[in-house]
C-alpha cells in the first residue's frame, strides 16, 4: 500500500524507479550483487556513474564547461564548501535572503570570513515574498552572489533569475532542481541535496562552471575542493553509490515522461489545484505573496489552529503523510514534488474539505 507522502524531505519518489530499484536490488546487470555491494572502482559502477551523468546533463541542457560533481554532506556542507571554493578569506559576497535557508548559508560564509552583503532582505515580509527583480544592487566586485531559488520551509519561490552582471551566480536548487527547464549558462554554480526531487538523501549534486574551479583555499578538505573532485571523477573516495544509481534511474523516468518541460506542465497544474482551492477557501489560507508562491512546497494554514494536530493525524489515517508544517512555523505544509502525481493533489483537497465540513 503506497501512500501519498507529502515531506518536505527525504521525499516521494516516482514508483516507476523504485519498481526498477526493486527488481535488480539482488542482481544487478547479472553481477550476482546488488548495486549496493558493487566496488565504486567496478567497470560497471564507472559506466553507470558516467551514464548518470550523461543523463542529467541531457535531460538539465547544461552546456559545455560545466563539470557535474556527485559529493556528499548535503546541501549545508555546500553551505560551507562553496566559500572555500570560490574565496580568499575577508572577501565580499552578496546574498539575498529570503527565508531559513538562506539565512543559514549565510551564517556558514560568515563563518568562513566572508563579508556577507544582503541585497535583499525579506525578513521584513516574514518571508512571504521574493524581491522585485528591480529593487536590489549586486556590488561588481562581489566574488559571488547567493540565493535560495525555492525556500523549503516558507513555500516562497524566485519568478525570475536574478540579473548579476558578470559576478558569478551560486543558486541552492534543493527543493526545486528538475521541477522545470532551467538555463544553465545563467549560473556560475548550482547545488542540491538529493533527497527531494533526485534520489535518496547521502548525494549532493554540484553543477560548476569551469572558470570557478582551481581556486579553493588551501586547507580546503579534499572531498570538498571541487578541483579534486572534478578531477577525480567525483571518485577521490568512496561515493554515494545508491543514490548516483538511483538518480539516474529517476532522470530516466523525467526523460521517458517528456523532460523538464513535461515535469514542468504537471507540476504547475498540481501547484495551480492546490492554490486555487486555497485562494477560494474561507477556511484555509496560503501566506505567500501570489508572484512567489512555490511550486513544491505549499505551506497552508486553517481557521482552527488547535485543529492542527488532528488534522495531519487524520489525513495520515487517510493515506496522506507527513503533512505537518515546519517545526519553526507550525500549521500546515503540503510538499508536491515531481513524483506526486495530481491524484494526490487531489485526494488532499477533497481530504481537506472533508476535514472543514466536519469541524468549522
Ligand atoms: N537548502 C534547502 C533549500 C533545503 O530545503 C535543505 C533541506 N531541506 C537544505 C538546504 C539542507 O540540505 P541537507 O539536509 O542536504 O544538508
Known amino acids: 500500500m503506497r501512500v501519498y507522502n507529502f515531506s518536505a524531505g527525504p521525499a516521494m519518489l516516482p514508483i516507476d524507479a523504485l519498481n526498477v530499484a526493486q527488481s535488480e536490488l539482488t542482481d544487478w546487470q547479472g553481477s550476482g550483487m546488488s548495486v549496493l555491494e558493487v566496488s565504486h572502482r567496478s567497470k560497471s559502477f564507472v559506466a553507470c556513474a558516467a551514464e548518470t551523468e550523461a543523463l542529467l546533463r541531457e535531460v538539465m541542457s547544461i552546456p559545455t564547461g560545466y563539470r557535474v560533481l556527485f559529493l556528499q554532506g548535503g546541501a549545508s556542507g555546500q553551505f560551507d564548501a562553496i566559500p572555500l571554493n570560490l574565496t580568499a578569506p575577508g572577501a565580499t559576497v552578496d546574498f539575498f535572503k529570503t527565508g531559513q535557508w538562506s539565512a543559514k548559508a549565510i551564517k556558514a560564509a560568515q563563518a568562513q570570513q566572508l563579508q556577507v552583503n544582503v541585497v535583499a532582505d525579506r525578513a521584513e515580509s516574514n518571508y512571504t515574498d521574493t524581491p522585485a527583480a528591480d529593487s536590489f544592487t549586486i556590488d561588481p566586485d562581489a566574488a559571488y552572489v547567493h540565493y535560495t531559488p525555492n525556500e523549503t520551509i516558507g513555500g516562497v519561490e524566485f519568478g525570475y533569475i536574478p540579473e548579476t552582471g558578470?559576478?558569478?551566480?551560486?543558486?541552492?536548487?534543493?527543493?526545486?532542481?528538475?521541477?522545470?527547464?532551467?538555463?544553465?549558462?545563467?549560473?556560475?554554480?548550482?547545488?542540491?541535496?538529493?533527497?527531494?526531487?533526485?534520489?535518496?538523501?547521502?548525494?549532493?549534486?554540484?553543477?560548476?562552471?569551469?572558470?570557478?574551479?582551481?581556486?579553493?583555499?588551501?586547507?580546503?578538505?579534499?572531498?570538498?575542493?571541487?578541483?579534486?573532485?572534478?578531477?577525480?571523477?567525483?571518485?577521490?573516495?568512496?561515493?554515494?553509490?545508491?543514490?548516483?544509481?538511483?538518480?539516474?534511474?529517476?532522470?530516466?523516468?523525467?526523460?521517458?515522461?517528456?523532460?523538464?518541460?513535461?515535469?514542468?506542465?504537471?507540476?504547475?497544474?498540481?501547484?495551480?489545484?492546490?492554490?486555487?482551492?486555497?485562494?477560494?477557501?474561507?477556511?484555509?489560507?496560503?501566506?505567500?505573496?501570489?508572484?512567489?508562491?512555490?511550486?513544491?512546497?505549499?505551506?497552508?494554514?486553517?481557521?482552527?489552529?488547535?485543529?492542527?494536530k488532528a488534522f495531519v493525524e487524520q489525513a495520515t489515517a487517510a493515506g496522506l503523510t507527513n503533512l505537518g508544517g515546519h517545526r519553526s512555523v507550525g500549521g500546515m505544509r503540503a510538499s508536491i514534488y515531481n513524483a506526486m502525481p495530481l491524484e494526490g493533489v487531489e485526494a488532499l483537497i477533497d481530504f481537506m474539505t472533508d476535514f472543514e465540513t466536519r469541524n468549522r
Open 166 to 308: 558578470d559576478v558569478p551566480l551560486v543558486a541552492d536548487l534543493s527543493s526545486t532542481i528538475l521541477s522545470r527547464p532551467i538555463d544553465v549558462s545563467r549560473y556560475g554554480l548550482i547545488y542540491a541535496g538529493a533527497q527531494k526531487n533526485m534520489g535518496p538523501s547521502g548525494l549532493c549534486v554540484v553543477i560548476v562552471r569551469d572558470d570557478l574551479l582551481g581556486k579553493a583555499r588551501p586547507g580546503t578538505p579534499s572531498i570538498w575542493n571541487y578541483q579534486a573532485m572534478a578531477e577525480a571523477d567525483s571518485m577521490l573516495n568512496t561515493p554515494p553509490t545508491f543514490g548516483i544509481y538511483l538518480l539516474g534511474l529517476i532522470l530516466k523516468w523525467v526523460r521517458d515522461l517528456g523532460g523538464l518541460s513535461a515535469m514542468a506542465e504537471r507540476n504547475q497544474a498540481k501547484a495551480a489545484a492546490l492554490y486555487d482551492y486555497l485562494d477560494a477557501s474561507d477556511y484555509y489560507s496560503n501566506p505567500v505573496a501570489a508572484d512567489s508562491r512555490s511550486w513544491m512546497n505549499v505551506p497552508f494554514l486553517q481557521a482552527n489552529p488547535e485543529l492542527d
